[in-house]
């Protein structure tokens, strides 16, 4: 069976000190869309047992995902969402993580497609990682499908092609500066995704409202914008790789 690589952050505090990690439905969703259909191996700059983001496992996606006010949004207790609590209890998932290689030991030979799991601390660490920037250039010079959600899409800061950013003349999606200045995380992150991606070169697309569904498939690279986005995001990979395969 072909194989897909996970990539984690290992960055547990933000810029101001903050518990963070990789965000639980954006890690959830996206596996259990392809595991039925691909082996999954997982990684992080550190290896084993990344960690996660507390508030991920608190703050409720579907209430995301409502036509509601931003004010509503963030009100449902992440408990409501199965995969989630299926994902964090999951024996398969655990073994993953227990075994989670540093990124410096992987091998991009041996995978069909990379995935960058979100939370802010991609950030923090992956986006200034030259050990990842090297694997996801493998990746994308072989044509394989780089895919990122949320801020997974920052650990692309680094990543360029030919002296180029590989965001220049794409259409990217991720975390939107408005809503980074909602959750109330500017000064705990080093740059705005949303600025840092039109700075590089691509055409940032964002959802028309906040944390709405938005997912972007640009050549060989598949983005999507926040958590509500991450299942999307991972129906879109399967289907380029099955109509590739």
Not at 127 to 151: M, P, T, W
Not at 176 to 192: I, R, Y
Request: proline share 7%; glycine share 8%.
């Amino acid at each position: 069976m072909s194989r897909i690589l996970f990539v984690y952050t290992s960055a547990s505090q933000s810029l101001q000190g903050n518990p963070t990690g990789w965000y639980l439905p954006e890690a959830a969703h996206p596996y259990y869309v392809l595991a039925p259909h691909f082996s999954i191996d997982f990684t992080s700059p550190k290896g084993p047992n990344p960690p996660i983001d507390p508030s991920s496992v608190e703050v409720g996606m579907a209430s995301m995902i409502r036509r509601v006010s931003p004010s509503q949004r963030f009100s449902q207790n992440f408990k409501d969402d199965s995969e989630s609590q299926r994902f964090l209890n999951d024996p398969d998932v655990k073994t993953l993580f227990a075994n989670a290689k540093p990124l410096r030991d992987v091998n991009a030979n041996d995978y069909v497609a990379i995935f960058y799991v979100g939370g802010h601390g991609p950030v923090i660490d992956l986006a200034f990682d030259d050990d990842n920037s090297q694997l996801a250039e493998k990746f994308y010079r072989s044509g394989k499908i780089v895919s990122a959600v949320c801020h997974g899409t920052a650990a692309l800061n680094g990543v360029s092609v030919d002296g180029k950013s590989i965001f220049e003349g794409k259409v990217v999606t991720g975390f939107s500066t408005a809503e980074e200045k909602f959750v109330g995380k500017v000064q705990d992150v080093p740059f705005l995704l949303e600025e840092r991606i039109i700075e590089l070169g691509g055409t940032f697309e964002k959802a028309d409202e906040l944390f709405g569904v938005k997912v972007v498939h640009s050549g060989n690279l598949i983005t999507g914008q926040n958590p509500a986005s991450a299942r999307p995001l991972a129906e879109e990979i399967l289907k380029a790789l099955q109509a590739s395969a």
